[in-house]
Each structure stands twice: as C-alpha cells, then as structure tokens.
C-alpha cells in the first residue's frame, strides 16, 4: 500500500515510541519485547527457490540444511536455505518428507510466508506469556542443555500465520538498518475479515496505527480494499480486506485463502531500483507517482516462486496516520474512513 515519506528522523523517532523493553513476568523483570528478524517461506524445489530470491538480489547465508518440524502426531523433513538481502532474513523451507503443519500450509495456500520470527532475549518467559495468552506452542527447538531456543506459537485464528520466538542472534532488522539498500518497512496480509483480523493482531500486542480505511479506485468508481496497519516494536503488519474480487488482492483471497502476499522495502533511489529490477524482469503491476512525477512506489510480480510480490517505494517510513493520507492524496487515490 503506499503511503508519503518521512525523515529517518521521524522514523526512528516512530520506532522508539513502541518500544517497550520490559514487562513483567512471574515477579521478575524480564525482556519478553520482540524484534523483527525473519521470515519462512515454504517452497515446492529449494534450488528453484534459491535461485528465484538470489536474482531478486537475496544473497545465500551458509549452506542448505535439513531440519524438522515436530507435532503432537506428526514430524515433518525441511530442507532450508537462508537467504538475506541487507538485513532482511528469510528462511526458504522445503518440505521432503513426512506430515504436519507446513505441507497442511502447502496444500491448502500453495507456496507462501507461514511464519514470521522474532528475537526476545527470554523465549522461555516470552512463550509462557504467549501460552497464557491463548496461543499455544505448536513446535519448539532446544538448545544443548535442554533450553529453549525457539517456540513456534499457534496465531493461525484469522490467517496462517504462525509467529516463532527465538533467541535469535538479535541483530535489529528494522529501524537500524536505513543504511542498507533495501529496509522492510511492512509484511502485507490479505484477510477476509478485516475486523476480526484487527482484533487478533491487538491480542497478540500490535497497536493500530493506521485504523480501517477504505481504498477506491482513482475515479470513485470501485471500494478496492479496505485496510489498516499495525504495529509492534517497529514491525508492521498491513492488513487488508478485498472488497474488489478482480483486483489483485481479491485474486489472492480466492486463490490462496490469504494470507501475506507482498513485502514491502524502502529503498534509497526508486529510480535506480526500478530499472534493476525490469532490467531483470520483474515486471511493474503498479506505478505509483507523486506530484512531482517521479517514482513513489511500485509493485512487481516476484510470485514466481513464494506467491509473494515485492513493493518498493522511495524514502523512508510513512507509517503514521497523517502521512498515509498525504501519501494516497499525493497519488490519487481517494480514500474514506472506515
Ligand atoms: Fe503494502
């Protein structure tokens, strides 16, 4: 979705203000925050998969390694590559053998985003907290000694997706990273109730920032989506519910069942991105213009592999209310409340 562009300033000032660093926890301070650190797309062929993100400009971290993934009956086989792109982590998965959740992920959505990960520096507090909550642990990992390394929490009630908590290396992926050529700025999710979708993601800690407004296409003629953003500690989720079913959004509730179907970056020079990326064909499936005629964001089809498509807009964070609407007005596209 696009919205205006603000000073880094403003970004990290944003980022700041929700962050809160402690919570208390069986009578002990403890850090149970989150911070953004990675994302697991499942994939039909991991070399495919690979190749896919290497082109889009994702580099390998390390060599392919197998893995499992437990449940109370069943045990499925991944294959996993790690790929970056600046600091943005993303686990490639492919499911050899077995059953469980992530094949159940494939059958029912086809390649996707099943899982987003975050870094707390107590997963054992954090997990408890998630469990008291209502959200379940689906399959955790230790470590040597029998501690917790990651839990994986059952948050599927409005969309597939599930949320890990790790203790992870813990490097920010979000808000320090402005120096890299690519900053994830939001995961876009499709849902079918946009509502009740808002509500879950205020369960699980995310404040809005953005509340429910309604897209139209530039000459009033069609409600496209409507849509709102949320966010915690500086990871966003953008929420959106088709009201068009021919538009792009509405083809993927129909098709996939929802779920995350873009990532969102921020790039340095849009115009510079923008001829990388068609000069290695990824084509434009929305342009996006401001005022001044030049490039303010743009969508590409990368949904060859991973059913996800790549936004890129020019400058920094847009993410409060005021910039949003100038963003959209700067655009033209209108836009209502609600
Ligand atoms: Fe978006």
Request: net charge negative; proline share 4%; aromatic share 10%.
């Amino acid at each position: 979705m696009p919205y205006g562009t603000v000073e880094r300033s403003r970004w990290l000032f944003i980022q700041m203000s929700f962050s809160v660093p402690n919570d208390d926890y069986g009578g002990k301070k403890v850090c149970i925050e989150w911070r953004f650190d990675h994302v697991i797309l499942l994939v039909e062929d991991l070399e495919q998969g690979s190749n896919h993100f290497q082109h889009l400009g994702f580099s390998c971290a390390g060599e392919p390694r197998e893995q499992s993934w437990s449940g109370p009956s069943s045990m499925v086989s991944l294959k996993e590559q790690v790929l970056r792109k600046g600091s943005f982590a993303l686990r490639l998965q492919q499911p050899v053998r077995g059953a469980g959740l992530p094949i159940e992920f494939m059958k029912k959505h086809g390649e996707g985003i099943y899982c987003v990960g975050f870094a707390v520096d107590d997963v054992s507090a954090a997990s408890n907290e998630m469990v008291r909550k209502g959200f379940p642990v689906l399959h955790s990992v230790e470590k040597g000694d029998g501690a917790l390394l990651a839990t994986y929490h059952d948050t599927r009630e409005v969309v597939d997706i599930v949320v890990a908590l790790g203790e992870y290396d813990g490097t920010p992926r979000v808000g320090a990273t402005v120096d890299t050529a690519w900053t994830l700025e939001h995961l876009g999710v499709i849902v079918s109730d946009i509502h009740r979708a808002r509500e879950f993601y205020e369960s699980l800690g995310f404040a809005v920032v953005v509340p429910p407004v309604t897209l139209f296409s530039p000459d009033l003629s069609k409600r496209i989506l409507t849509e709102c953003l949320l966010i915690k500690n500086g990871f966003v989720f953008e929420l959106m519910e088709p009201i068009d079913e021919g538009s792009l959004w509405g083809e993927f509730l129909r098709h996939k069942n929802g779920g995350i179907n873009h990532w969102s970056f921020a790039v340095n020079n849009l115009d510079i991105e923008h001829d990388t990326m068609v000069a290695k064909g990824f084509c434009p499936t929305s342009i996006a213009r401001g005022t001044c005629d030049s490039l303010s964001e743009v969508y590409y089809d990368t949904s060859l592999v991973g059913n996800i498509q790549t936004c890129l807009y020019n400058g920094s964070s847009r993410l409060t209310f005021e910039n949003t609407m100038r963003f959209l007005i700067d655009i033209g596209i209108p836009v209502q409340k609600g």
